[in-house]
Nanobody
Framework: VQLQASGGGLVQAGGSLRLSCAAS????????TGWYRQAPGKQRELVAG???????DYADSVKGRFTISRDNAKNTVYLQMNSLKPEDTAVYYC??????????WGQGTQVTVSS
């Protein structure tokens, strides 16, 4: 499975960005997808994800501001980020998990929110 993330950039606080993650390769066994982020000096954390079974999880810090969605026809997962804050600054990674629990990661895309 290959994951290609895009859409990061520099935005002012209060602005919006949309990240995209396009999957290719052996995607038929994928059971969960999501977005993680890692800020300097911090551990990678889940931002939003579709769990196995279809439920959606969000980090408390992004609830009401971020929305994860997917287009199955395009094998793409999106992360719409609104009302961005400086503390959202991080490298964002898309993730996929297959039925035998292998994890796949995209290359990461930088999101920088200026105050």
């Amino acid at each position: 499975v290959q994951l290609q993330a895009s859409g990061g950039g520099l935005v002012q606080a209060g602005g919006s960005l949309r990240l995209s993650c396009a999957a290719s390769g052996s995607i038929f066994g994928i059971v969960a997808t999501g977005w993680y982020r890692q800020a300097p000096g911090k551990q990678r954390e889940l931002v939003a994800g579709f769990a196995h079974g279809g439920s959606v999880d969000y980090a408390d810090s992004v609830k009401g501001r971020f929305t994860i969605s997917r287009d199955n026809a395009k094998n793409t997962v999106y992360l719409q980020m609104n009302s961005l804050k400086p503390e959202d600054t991080a490298v964002y990674y898309c993730n996929a998990v297959n039925i035998i629990h292998n994890n796949f990661w995209g290359q990461g895309t930088q999101v920088t929110v200026s105050s």
